[in-house]
């Protein structure tokens, strides 16, 4: 009872309302315009958060990402140009769809299956993370040592285009988190005698500039494109449409919580899975492709319950589940909060107050949906000639702010040349960052397992949980292999297809 | 260039990788044998060689290293038709390009000598110029949101900025 009080304490304040519905909207707007990521906007927004309470400033990072998860699909539909990757699915049916004038009808479908699948998401990540945070409990550090070695190769396999890229980029971001003074020693590493450099490299500055500068560098280097201008025409969605599609949504959503769950799988797996899933059970699997209401349905379902799922192994073991979850745990870590296992032990109301938190972002997701579907074409027909020079003003401020540094301002830089030329070599830049926030939790797991054995390795096999781990990363890694050998063995065999 | 040299050129399958491969190459050598020797300090006595600050950053020199070379191989024998077309596009005038590139330095230069008003104005007004945006009225943007932003830093968000010209 004490407890709940604290929670609703935390919780029943207007700045975290304030927060959901702001976030909420920030996500669906940068959503629906094409060029601007939510992963974008969750950097942008995080200088904001530093004078926050932590659970508005938890919040308005989740309602954005929430947000622009369903704000992709909105030019998927009208204008076949998708604003997340995760989106690129919702196309197939949507774009048709809206060339056969049933534009509104796409976009309520895709709203109400964004919503439903994000509140079933978010229902898992209530019953789930609490209890693998009791169990994580049972951690020490060989245990997380090995979660990590999971966490790492499970996103590095799973990284788009190559394997070998993505691995390149992961050991550049580890080796990236390691610069600074050395924790246990305190010998600098590889800091050059500046100063600025001691306490690490800023999470923000790299944070902006990998994912926020890119974009901006490549629209004033490409050739300037026509703005295409949208509408959103015709009915919405009946309420038999909703009901036929539900079974999809229900699947889809339940696709989207289990990849959500693992680390690194992401939200367009899920989408692709929920579709080809609901193809293959519908009646009007022949309709699929073509401008299929059901087929919107289950790729928004899955892309949407993967939102609160990644939340899973965030909270309840401090491992992202995705880059804008990386994001959100460099927001914990500003606010002095560390996710995992003791949060739940020391912060069980902040986590309860952020769950409740999460369950209304649903609801405004609703609202502001709606909005969205009616006010589109004033949002998406503001130019970027207009939008870019006002967002490289939010990120200059942004990684100002950090440490009042102009050395943080050349850092973000530096960092979006580098992010400019990972997007022109194909070298993703998500491992990159993932590396970036794990590598120093694998040397300190590491450290403090050598330690804790007195230098015998034997520490790292010590029980049934380390040899769980250890069982799953190899498992990963050859089920990456498999992966990579197979699609080599179907790009050949579609080459002999195309020379015979 | 000599027949010869097209096609040794025409053996590699994928350029871009090739290249990205010899430059990580390049960069892991110089990570592994002097940055990572010389510019990370070692405590004279250590019990054992994993705890020292030099472990893993010599592990990730090395493995980057290796899998540089991989991805040489990678760029001398598969072509992957469908990434390039990605990594391509259609390049713009250089004049935006260098007007993009005076405006970052203008934001790094003067940022803390000028403000962050002022610089702000200055840039999105380049930057504007640099497209260009040719509606009078929209340059008033470039005034109101810098001035607009900076004072929702400061006075609502409680984040510092350097407000005016020192």
Request: glycine share 8%.
């Amino acid at each position: 009872m004490e407890n709940l009080n604290e929670v609703l304490q935390l919780f029943l304040s207007i700045d975290n309302f304030i927060a959901i519905a702001l976030g909420v909207v920030i996500g669906v707007t940068v959503g629906s315009i094409p060029g601007l990521t939510a992963t974008m906007a969750v950097a942008l927004a995080l200088p904001f958060t530093f004078s926050m309470q932590p659970v508005a400033a938890i919040l308005l990072l989740v309602g954005i990402y929430k947000g622009g998860m369903y704000g992709g699909s909105i030019t998927a539909i009208l204008i076949r140009t998708p604003g997340s990757p995760a989106s690129a699915c919702t196309l197939l049916d949507g774009y048709p769809m809206a060339q056969q004038g049933h534009a509104k009808k796409a976009l309520k479908t895709a709203l109400f299956s964004s919503v439903i699948a994000d509140f079933i998401s978010n229902i898992a990540l209530i019953f789930f993370a609490a209890y693998l945070a009791k169990i994580a409990l049972n951690f020490g550090a060989p245990e997380f040592f090995w979660l990590i070695c999971f966490s790492l190769t499970i996103i590095i396999s799973l990284a788009s285009g190559s394997m070998v890229k993505g691995l390149l980029a992961a050991l550049m971001g580890i080796l990236l988190s390691l610069v600074g003074l050395d924790s246990v020693f305190g010998s600098q590493r590889l800091t050059f005698g500046n100063y600025n450099l001691m306490d690490s490299i800023s999470f923000i500055p790299l944070l902006i500039g990998l994912f926020a500068i890119p974009e901006i560098i490549e629209f004033y280097r490409k050739k300037v494109v026509p703005h295409i201008k949208a509408k959103a025409s015709g009915a919405g969605m009946t309420l038999a449409e909703l009901k036929r599609c539900m079974k999809s949504i229900v699947r889809g959503s339940l696709i989207g919580v289990i990849i959500g769950a693992i680390p690194g799988t992401g939200a367009t797996a899920a989408a692709f899975i929920s579709y080809s899933d609901a193809r293959r059970r519908s009646p009007n699997r022949d309709n699929f492709g073509k401008g299929e209401v059901e087929g919107v349905a289950a790729a928004e379902a899955g892309n949407n319950g993967v939102a609160g799922a990644t939340l899973i192994p965030l909270l309840s073991l401090g491992i992202p589940g995705d880059v804008i979850t990386a994001i959100i745990l460099g927001a914990f870590m500003v606010h002095g909060l560390t996710p995992g296992p003791i949060m739940f032990q020391e912060n069980l109301s902040l986590i309860y107050a952020l769950f409740l938190g999460i369950m209304l972002s649903s609801l405004i997701l609703l609202v502001v949906g709606n909005a969205a579907i009616k006010y589109f074409s004033l949002i998406a027909d503001i130019p970027k000639s207009i939008l870019f020079p006002i967002v490289l003003m939010f990120c200059i401020y942004g990684a100002y702010a950090v440490n009042n540094a102009t050395f943080d301002i050349w850092l973000m830089l530096a960092f979006g040349v580098v992010g400019y030329l990972f997007n022109r070599t194909g070298i993703p830049a998500a491992p990159f960052l993932i590396g970036f926030i794990l590598g120093p939790m694998f040397e300190d797991n590491l450290r403090r397992s050598l330690l804790i054995g007195n230098g015998d390795l034997s520490i790292f096999v010590r029980g049934p949980i380390t040899w769980f781990f250890i069982a799953i990363t190899f498992g990963s890694i050859a089920f990456a292999l498999y992966r990579f050998f197979q699609a080599r063995k179907q790009a050949s065999n579609a080459r002999q297809l195309n020379n015979g | 260039m000599s027949s010869s040299d097209y096609r040794a050129v025409n053996r590699i399958k994928d350029i871009l990788d090739f290249t990205t491969g010899i430059i990580l190459l390049v960069v892991s050598l110089v990570l592994a044998l002097y940055l990572v020797p010389n510019h990370i300090g070692e405590p004279p006595i250590m019990q054992n060689p994993m705890m020292s600050p030099r472990w893993l950053p010599n592990i990730v020199s090395w493995l980057m290293l290796a899998f540089s070379v991989l991805l040489i191989l990678q760029g001398l024998l598969v072509a992957d038709k469908n990434e390039s077309d990605e990594r391509k596009f259609i390049k713009g005038s250089l004049r935006r390009f260098v007007i993009m590139v005076i405006a970052f330095l203008v934001y790094v230069l003067f940022f803390e000598t000028l403000g962050a008003i002022l610089t702000g104005i200055l840039a999105t007004v380049l930057l504007f110029l640099a497209h260009p945006v040719r509606t009078w009225w929209v340059y008033g943007f470039a005034v109101a949101f810098p001035v607009g932003v900076t004072l929702l830093f400061v006075n609502v968000m409680n984040v510092p900025l350097p407000l005016m010209p020192y």
